[in-house]
């Protein structure tokens, strides 16, 4: 990607959940207006920001549409794993072995 910010390239817009898809679209959004009124009233400095905010919105569209079509699939929620210890899982087996013998 030779254009666009760094920190929004494709391959990583991929990672994102929608949540974090929007919130992303927000600030891009926000910052173009933040842009064009900086350009309107002569304060901008780098005209190419606005090309590359620009081209980021494009991009965060493309990612949302393509899953709604289901060409990409949403991330999988990453679940911690249960953390079980010889105690606990002791406990647990002799739990299940008092109420299998009062039945």
């Known amino acids: 990607m030779a254009i666009g910010s760094k920190e929004l390239a494709s391959a990583e817009l991929d990672t994102f959940e929608d949540s ?10 926000e910052e173009l207006f933040n842009l064009r009124f900086q350009s309107a009233t002569g304060q901008l400095e780098s005209h ?21 079509l289901g060409i990409r699939a949403t991330p999988a929620p990453v679940e911690a794993p249960a953390k079980t210890t010889k105690k606990s899982s002791k406990k647990a087996a ?10």
Do not use: Q
């Open 20 to 29: 974090r898809l929007l919130e992303e679209l927000r600030k891009a959004k």
């Open 48 to 68: 190419g920001r606005l090309r590359s905010v620009k081209r980021d919105i494009a991009r965060i569209y493309t990612v949302i549409r393509e899953r709604e």
């Open 94 to 103: 002799d739990a299940a072995e008092t109420e299998e013998a009062s039945k």
